[in-house]
Structure formats: C-alpha cells, structure tokens
C-alpha cells in the first residue's frame, strides 16, 4: 500500500521516464512528450524490473534547502547530470527558494553523493534524513523538476522573503523553551496527524492545508507577537516556512524545531538526559502510518470512542476513508469504515467494481479526510 502525500502529486512524469529509459536530457523531451505517453506503461514496468534486478542494497534518503536559486533551470540541469551519473533516483524539486528530494542511492555511493551535496554552493552542511524500515525500492527514476515554489504557501505578498526565517533550535533546546512560561508551541501539520501524537500543550492551526494555515496562525495568535512561537512539522520544510511568514508579520521571537519531528525523536532516542515532550504518534506516511514515540494513546477509535490510535484506510477500495480504528473494531467492521462499507466489501470483486464505476476518486485523496470522517451512523 501507498499513500499519497502532497510531495507525490507530480506532473507529467512520462517526460521523465522517458528521457530515463532513452538517455536523453529532459530539457529536450518536451517535443516529443505525446510519444513518452504512448511508452509510459511499458517503460515504467522495463524500469521497475530493472530496479529488481539490482545486486547492491540502496539507502532511502529525504533532505531540503531554503536557499536562493537564481536560475532552477540551469540548476536543475547541473543536478541531474550529477546525481544521475551516482544512479540516485527519486523525486526532487528545485525553485528560486531552493530544493526539496526524496531519493535513493546505491549504498556504494552514499558517500560520494554525500560529498557531491556539500560540494554545491548554498547546500552545504546539508542534514540527510535516512529513512529506517525502507528497502530502498520506493524509486526507479529520477525525476527533478522545477517548480514555483518546493512548499506551496499560497503567499501573494511579493516582499516575503525565505532568507529571514526563525531560529533552528534542537530537542534540547526546544524542551528548554517550553519549560519557559512565555512560550506557545504551534503544530504547522494536518489534523489526523495532530490527533495521534503532539508536543505537550501544542496548538493546532485548524485547516486541512498549509496555505490556509499560514494566514489562520497569524490571526490566531496575533496577541502574542512578543512571545516565543516555536513552530514544528514532521520533517522541518513546513514549518521552516511559516517561521518566516510569522517574522514576516511582525512576530519576534520565532523558532523552529530543526529537522521536525522526526529529528527530535532521533535525538531523543540517542540521549538518555533529554525526556520527549511530544507524546503519542508521529504520523508518517509509509505502510506503518505512525511512528510511536511514546507509549500514550492520545486519540479514540473513531467507530467506538475507546483509546486507539492506529490509521487505517477502509477496505472498500471504492471508500478507502482514513480514519482510527480500534482492534475491536477492526474485527467487527473487516477493517471497514462503516456497515455500508463493510457490506460493499463483503461482495465479489465483480460485484464491487460495479459499484465503483462513477464514484469520484478525488474524494477519496485522504487528505480530506476530515471532510469524510466517521459516518456517525455506523454501529
Ligand atoms: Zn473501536
Ligand atoms: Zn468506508
């Protein structure tokens, strides 16, 4: 199973493959993108047995970068000649405020692509996020493209800027912080990822996305412009970004937890002195939906009201609602949604395709799933 994230809604990618499977840059490929579409199927399976075919062993990696990009293009071209020669594949995406990758890397060339990324003005230092619990196999090209932005914002004010943005602190420092009374902790995420796990007396910006978040935090806490705001995410891109729109709008004392979430349980993992202040599940989006970091169940089974916090998608692939559902409920309900779900289900797949036909998918991107939560008639 795979989830999507809004990192993985790309355009286009036949362009890509295309110029994967043929050599060729992809600058070059737009003319005869029509042609690239007619291959896709084809070159996407060529490519993915490729990938199985594979002997060494491939790390999965994620990194970003705020920093200016003064032409993405020619930037873009450089970085794919680079990272295509160490055979990285994965999705990236380069604008005039820097670059944002998802990646694997043969395991032999780690090292050198490590090298290489210090190697390039404005990225040096760069943290590499290494991704546990992943076989590497998640990509079999590389695709970068440019984009607007690498975190749409939805931000029209010409003078924002990315290059004043808030102080990095780390797990220690930010635990400090909070034990200072003139502090308040924003979580810059989703409300399903809010509501299995989240730092101690965190605020939640109430929308489904980010660029109406930015506008809500502002207005939410515009009393509290002389506090110290720290902001966090699951990985630090987001909440990086609102950092310098809340500086942007006059708030002082800005900070973001560097690396997200998924650092500071890295750190706190690593050293005993430091207690994690953020309690439950990390939400992440692999097939585990959640990462715990500490033993508190925060959240309800969405069916039954007791404690749970386990992510499921519905079984009725024509639903395939997220929600929260308990043990309980997942053995009463087949690990469906509702009874009308678990009706469909129960049907032969034939049966079920029918049904399917004229439903509209885009309802079932999950990140409306607030939109579609637990149908309160279910029993
Ligand atoms: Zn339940
Ligand atoms: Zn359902």
Redesign the pocket.
């Known amino acids: 199973m795979r989830l999507f994230s809004a990192f993985e809604i790309v355009g286009s990618p036949e362009i890509c493959n295309f110029a994967a499977r043929n050599f060729v840059h992809p600058a070059s490929v737009q003319k005869i993108s029509t042609m690239a579409l007619l291959h896709n199927r084809v070159s996407q399976q060529e490519l993915k047995e490729k990938l199985h075919q594979e002997k060494e062993s491939r790390t999965t990696i994620s990194f970003y970068r705020y920093f200016p990009i003064a032409d993405p293009k020619v930037f873009r071209d450089e970085f794919y000649k680079a990272l295509h020669s160490l055979q990285v594949f994965g999705r990236v995406y380069v604008a005039h405020e820097g670059i944002n990758a998802q990646a694997s890397v043969p395991s032999g060339n780690f090292e050198k692509l490590r090298n290489y990324l210090n190697s390039v003005p404005g990225l040096h230092g760069l943290r590499l996020n290494v991704a546990v619990d992943d076989d590497g196999r998640s990509f079999w090209v590389l695709k970068i493209k440019v984009r607007d932005k690498i975190v749409a914002d939805g931000i029209s004010d010409e003078s924002f800027s990315m290059e004043r943005r808030g102080g990095y602190v780390n797990a220690g420092e930010m635990n400090k912080l909070m034990a200072d009374g003139n502090t308040i902790v924003v979580d810059m995420r989703n409300h399903y990822e809010y509501e299995v796990g989240h730092f101690q007396d965190a605020i939640e910006i109430p929308s489904d996305t980010f660029r109406e978040q930015l506008p809500m935090a502002v207005d939410m806490l515009k009393d509290n412009k002389d506090k110290n705001i720290i902001m966090y995410c699951t990985g630090g891109i987001r909440c990086e970004k609102a950092s310098a729109y809340m500086l942007h709008n006059g708030f002082k004392h800005v900070y973001h937890l560097e690396g997200g979430i998924i650092n500071y349980a890295k750190q706190v993992k690593e050293d005993d002195s430091i207690t994690s202040k953020f309690i439950g599940k990390n939400f992440v989006f692999d097939d585990r939906l959640g990462e715990r970091i500490t033993e508190d169940v925060i959240a309800t089974?969405?069916?039954?009201?007791?404690p749970?916090d386990t992510h499921t998608n519905c079984r009725n692939s024509g639903c395939h609602l997220l929600f929260i559902?308990?043990?309980?409920?997942?053995k009463?309900y087949d690990g469906c949604c509702s009874e009308a779900c678990q009706q469909v289900y129960s049907l032969p797949e034939e049966e079920q395709k029918i049904l399917r036909k004229g439903i509209d998918k885009g309802m079932m991107v999950f990140n409306k799933s607030r939109h579609r939560r637990p149908r309160k008639d279910a029993k």
């Open positions: 089974c969405h069916q039954c009201g007791k749970a559902q308990c043990d309980e409920c997942a009463k």
